[in-house]
């Protein structure tokens, strides 16, 4: 290789472009983390930061048993069969030590959630900062970067890759201040998330959402994914999405889930069931879209306060109005601006159901909070398409694989612009934290072997 700036280029600074920075930079590796817009944090700033591990400590403390194969079965239940089940298991085997890693040797505050499980897990194995927001998350991992001396550059926006007989030799940078520059290195992580955010990828791959309302970061344009492909890289699992059924209205922030797995659901604007929530507000992000587009989400007032104890968001979503109550059906039916009769069949077939312990007219059974009980509340939501789960395939190093069965020497892919283990199609794969298991699980795999590629 003629020349060498630097020894690791990461692309993009989300959660796995920071994780990545972080693991090369612990093994004495000189990194230049790149971000294209004016703030790092991509897709893990605007999610709820949980990372799913199986057999942590935190899990063994809590007297809770879990381990990498009931991961495993557990994500493979909720996706069904896929292209990348490999990285499915190398993930859940390396998730317990990885969370580890983060808490124990550089101070990034994860928690095991214990008051729920959430979409996917058959026990709490999601770990995230006590405040359920990405954004703290993002704030440390930046921290923990700069502590080893690794400086995020912002307003760089990589514009292609550079070769050298066939091995990754860097990067070409549109720098807003500086202009056009390269910055060589012999080992590079792709890390720029999907293409959620680019109209016509989505078009070709998955032409049934291309419409939704995107929810996700702004730079998630899949520019790195056709980088890779144009390298021989083999794409999987390119129909797959993580949707969200019900993003609040007009307000923009999330509803939580939680309100619904305690015993809440939602109901179309004329007052009716769309089907069984528990396939998980992904799964469910196409069933809204398709019958009405848009929905109302109905709890209690004892639901709403449980979520708004644990989770900040949600809190200010009812400080701001987004959270409406109703005193009865009446109410609440006037709140929703349909009939009353469609309301009381609603909350009755989930009260009959809850008290009997025996499935509603979904098929539903689970509503851990019993019956809905007045004082009711509403909230309204749209359906919203949050980050792609296709990219490209890695092998168990984070290096890209090519279609013929080897790789691309010295190129390394994480989070979105690998491939994700949530399905092959659609949005009902999807499993709580499957976004940053991909993208902080692979980031230090590839932050690790892009450190010992530029050491060799």
Same mark, same amino acid.
């Given at each position: 290789?003629?020349?060498?700036?630097?020894?690791?280029?990461?692309?993009?600074?989300?959660?796995?472009?920071?994780?990545?920075?972080?693991?090369?930079?612990?093994?004495?590796?000189?990194?230049?983390?790149?971000?294209?817009?004016?703030?790092?944090?991509?897709?893990?700033?605007?999610?709820?930061?949980?990372?799913?591990?199986?057999?942590?400590?935190?899990?063994?403390?809590?007297?809770?048993?879990?381990?990498?194969?009931?991961?495993?079965?557990?994500?493979?239940?909720?996706?069904?069969?896929?292209?990348?089940?490999?990285?499915?298991?190398?993930?859940?085997?390396?998730?317990?030590?990885?969370?580890?890693?983060?808490?124990?040797?550089?101070?990034?505050?994860?928690?095991?959630?214990?008051?729920?499980?959430?979409?996917?897990?058959?026990?709490?194995?999601?770990?995230? @900062?006590?405040?359920?927001?990405?954004?703290?998350?993002?704030?440390?991992?930046?921290?923990?970067?700069?502590?080893?001396?690794?400086?995020?550059?912002?307003?760089?926006?990589?514009?292609?890759?550079?070769?050298?007989?066939?091995?990754? /030799?860097?990067?070409?940078?549109?720098?807003?201040?500086?202009?056009?520059?390269?910055? #060589?290195?012999?080992?590079?992580?792709?890390?720029?998330?999907?293409?959620?955010?680019?109209?016509?990828?989505?078009? #070709?791959?998955?032409?049934?959402? /291309?419409?939704?309302?995107?929810?996700?970061?702004?730079?998630?344009?899949?520019?790195?994914?056709?980088?890779?492909?144009? %390298?021989?890289?083999?794409?999987?699992?390119?129909? +797959?999405?993580? !949707?969200?059924?019900?993003?609040?209205? &007009?307000?923009?922030?999330?509803?939580?889930? *939680?309100?619904?797995?305690?015993?809440?659901?939602?109901?179309?604007?004329?007052?009716? %069931?769309?089907?069984?929530?528990?396939?998980?507000?992904?799964?469910?992000?196409?069933?809204?879209?398709?019958?009405?587009?848009?929905?109302?989400?109905? $709890?209690?007032?004892?639901?709403?306060?449980?979520?708004?104890?644990?989770?900040?968001?949600? +809190?200010?979503?009812?400080?701001?109005?987004?959270?409406?109550?109703?005193?009865?059906?009446?109410?609440?039916?006037?709140?929703?601006?349909?009939?009353? @009769?469609?309301?009381?069949?609603?909350?009755?077939?989930?009260?009959?159901?809850?008290?009997?312990?025996?499935?509603?007219?979904?098929?539903?059974?689970? $509503? &851990?909070?019993? @019956?809905?009980?007045?004082?009711?509340?509403?909230?309204?939501?749209?359906?919203?398409?949050?980050? *792609?789960?296709?990219?490209?395939?890695?092998?168990?190093?984070?290096?890209?694989?090519?279609?013929?069965?080897?790789?691309?020497?010295?190129?390394?892919?994480?989070?979105?612009?690998?491939?994700?283990?949530? !399905?092959?199609?659609?949005?009902?794969?999807?499993?709580?934290?499957?976004?940053?298991?991909?993208?902080?699980?692979?980031?230090?795999?590839?932050?690790?072997?892009?450190? +010992?590629?530029?050491?060799?």
């Amino acid at each position: 290789m003629s020349g060498r700036d630097v020894d690791v280029v990461v692309v993009g600074a989300g959660g796995g472009g920071l994780t990545a920075a972080l693991a090369a930079a612990e093994q004495g590796a000189s990194v230049a983390l790149l971000e294209k817009l004016d703030r790092p944090g991509g897709n893990t700033f605007v999610s709820t930061g949980s990372v799913p591990a199986a057999g942590t400590r935190y899990q063994r403390e809590a007297g809770i048993e879990d381990g990498p194969e009931r991961m495993v079965a557990d994500l493979s239940r909720q996706s069904g069969a896929h292209d990348a089940e490999h990285l499915l298991r190398l993930l859940a085997a390396g998730s317990a030590q990885l969370v580890e890693w983060l808490v124990e040797s550089h101070s990034v505050d994860l928690r095991l959630i214990t008051d729920y499980k959430h979409v996917g897990h058959s026990v709490p194995r999601l770990h995230a @900062p006590p405040d359920r927001r990405g954004q703290s998350l993002t704030r440390d991992l930046l921290a923990a970067t700069r502590r080893l001396d690794v400086e995020v550059v912002t307003g760089n926006p990589v514009a292609g890759l550079l070769f050298e007989g066939g091995r990754a /030799a860097g990067v070409t940078v549109d720098g807003r201040r500086s202009g056009t520059y390269e910055l #060589r290195a012999p080992a590079v992580v792709l890390a720029a998330n999907g293409f959620g955010n680019n109209k016509a990828m989505l078009a #070709r791959w998955i032409p049934g959402i /291309a419409g939704a309302r995107y929810s996700g970061a702004e730079g998630s344009t899949g520019e790195a994914i056709g980088w890779a492909a144009e %390298r021989g890289a083999r794409l999987l699992n390119m129909g +797959a999405y993580q !949707g969200y059924a019900a993003l609040a209205h &007009p307000h923009g922030s999330l509803v939580s889930w *939680t309100t619904v797995e305690k015993g809440g659901f939602l109901l179309s604007p004329d007052g009716d %069931r769309m089907g069984d929530e528990s396939v998980g507000y992904s799964g469910f992000a196409p069933v809204v879209a398709e019958a009405a587009g848009e929905s109302v989400v109905v $709890f209690d007032t004892r639901i709403r306060d449980f979520v708004s104890a644990h989770e900040p968001e949600f +809190a200010e979503l009812g400080a701001a109005g987004g959270v409406r109550e109703a005193d009865d059906a009446e109410q609440l039916a006037r709140i929703i601006g349909c009939g009353v @009769p469609a309301v009381e069949r609603a909350l009755s077939d989930q009260q009959d159901a809850a008290s009997s312990g025996t499935a509603d007219s979904t098929g539903r059974t689970d $509503f &851990p909070m019993g @019956p809905l009980r007045a004082p009711y509340c509403v909230v309204r939501s749209v359906p919203a398409l949050f980050h *792609t789960q296709g990219g490209v395939d890695v092998d168990e190093h984070a290096e890209v694989r090519t279609g013929e069965g080897g790789t691309v020497p010295g190129l390394c892919a994480v989070g979105g612009v690998a491939s994700g283990i949530s !399905g092959r199609d659609g949005a009902r794969g999807y499993s709580s934290g499957n976004g940053l298991l991909c993208a902080i699980g692979l980031g230090r795999l590839a932050g690790l072997h892009a450190a +010992a590629t530029a050491a060799a």
